[in-house]
């Protein structure tokens, strides 16, 4: 624009544009797993269309209470950059403090119980993480994994908190709210599902609002250079604990609603397969994305449902290490990050969003600039 | 006189195992002033921004900002109170924009919570200064056009001028400028030069670690020379220039 001299070079840059685009487009893969993807997702269709319905429903009940979890999660591991594979540990905190609040005390109300679960992960998530996040990477890893063992191994050795060998509590009753109360889950129940999503998507509000503000850049900050941001303001230590608590509040209303709406308990759901199930579905998602922590629930709690009812008849005769299909959806786990982090760091809900921007390259340049003047005010 | 002084460097000393990285290392930093330290590589010049900015903990010694004693002080407290810096080798924050690295510059002069902005309570007013001030910054260091790009991915000396926007959208009343020049071709460096000057009248105190001594001679008042972690000079840029100790720290001693 500058030498408007020579008629041909807007030409030569504009062809200069052109080849920079088509370099771009064939380093990135992301296409190919984005089809891959939709390919088993509509291939497969033949095999769930069975279940829909009842089964859509409870498998959409049980993703929106892991949603919970994992948006939390995203916020911490996504934004923040701070791992945790014990929060199955505070979901398990939750459902504990719901259960054993609404079974032990008659007429104790579900809801109260409810916050009350998610108060007391949080308080418990602010004594942990106070020491445990002076660490960093691995050993927070580490650390945070510990947690989640001694937790799990404390509930099935201590019997006095169940009275049962696998820490099982049963009989938690049915939320209730305002005399209305919400039919068990054992058929699909209509009831939990908005509940529960209504839940979700308050949550998902939350942390849209938060990230977009200067809390949200601070985690950012944080994740991408810790003496940067420090120096720049941010009280690093001070927001590690806060989003680690946020996340371990959020971990245990998941836990109190699993409770009362599977209406039974046990150590077990509670153990490091969870922990792992809730990073995999933050990656797969889409890690530091807003709406990845919802799309990764999602898709894991389908893929981990269809699974668990189509092995045994894919294959009926299977080597001893397969024989729980739960053991197969842990060898998926691994496999699924294992491609995501190879070939699709950014997570599924990146992906797609790239679709639709596949057949006009200019897209990503326009949303950039949208996104710098989309601040409230600006 | 002392209401004068906004950075006061009592007698720092910093030890890595036996090595002495600042030795007793004393000097004032005037307000309004633009004060510069050199010294070949090693001798500790990032050392002592570290310190002096609560990176690093010093040995012994004291650091007074406004005559406040922040030789124990947090990084973050330090940027409330006024003193922001940028990096030798730049820590742009990945996947932020031009505009949100300035953003979080605005950090130390804004409040609102984790539970103030999720619930937006009270947000609203606060944000908008946030943005208007990171936008005001941004267009004073020449990057107005580029704040909706990826700080990351600016040439060079554009991501220098944008470490330094988000050092100056904390409103500081001194500004720690760690090798502002390295990198940066002739003109980027003149360019700097006049927006260090503007910074200056604008009532920002500058001390700056430079090895472009046509940029250290040309800005500043004064100029402190350390050589392994020693102030071995002191005064005028010209002054400095023709101190003996100073040519042979530079180049050796005289055969």
Known sequence: MKTSGSGNLPATANKREKEKSLKHMARDNSDYVILLVVALFLLTVPIWADYVSTFIMDAMIEAGIFAIVVIGLNVLFGYAGQISLGNAAFVGIGAYTTALLCTRITGFPTWFALILGG???????????????????????????????????????????????????????????FGLTLKSKIMSSTGYYLLIWIIALLVVLFTINLIRSRVGRGLRALHSSEIAADTMGVNTKNY???????????????????????????????????????????????????????????????????????????????????????????????????????????????????????????????KDRLRAIRYRGG | MADDIILEVDNITKMFGGLAALKDVEFSVPRGEIKAVIGPNGAGKTTLFDVLTGVQRSTSGRVFLKGIDITRTKPHRITELGMARTFQTVKLFESMTALENAMVGCHSWTKRGFISNGLLLWAFAEEHRIYQHAFEVLKDVGLGTRAAELGTNLPYGQMRMLEMARALASKPEILLLDEPAAGLNPYETGELSSLLLKVRESGVTILIVEHDMGLVMDISDEVVVLDYGEVIARGTPAEVQNDPRVIEAYLGIEA
């Open chain 1, 119 to 177: 108060l007391l992960a949080g308080l418990i998530g602010l004594v942990i993480g106070i020491p445990v996040l002076r660490l960093k990477g691995h050993y927070l890893a580490l650390a945070t994994l510990a947690f989640g063992l001694i937790f799990t191994e404390l509930l099935k050795t201590q019997n006095s908190v169940s009275n049962q060998s696998n820490g099982g509590i049963g009989g938690i009753p049915n939320f209730s709210v």
């Open chain 1, 240 to 366: 590690k604990v806060k989003v680690f608590v946020i996340s371990a509040v959020l971990a245990g209303l998941c836990g109190g609603l699993w409770a009362l709406s599977s209406g039974r308990i046990e150590a077990s759901m509670f153990d490091l397969r969870y922990s792992i199930l809730f990073v995999t579905m933050v990656v797969i998602g889409g890690m530091g994305n807003i709406w990845g922590g919802m799309m990764g629930a999602i898709a894991l709690t389908f893929i981990t449902k269809i699974l668990e009812l189509q092995i045994p008849q894919w294959i009926p005769t299977r080597p001893s290490w397969l024989a729980d299909p739960g053991n197969i959806a842990v060898v998926l786990y691994g496999l699924l990050l294992i491609l995501f982090m190879l070939f699709l760091p950014k997570g599924i809900t990146f992906g797609l969003s790239r679709l639709g921007t596949i057949s006009r390259r200019g897209g990503s340049r326009v």
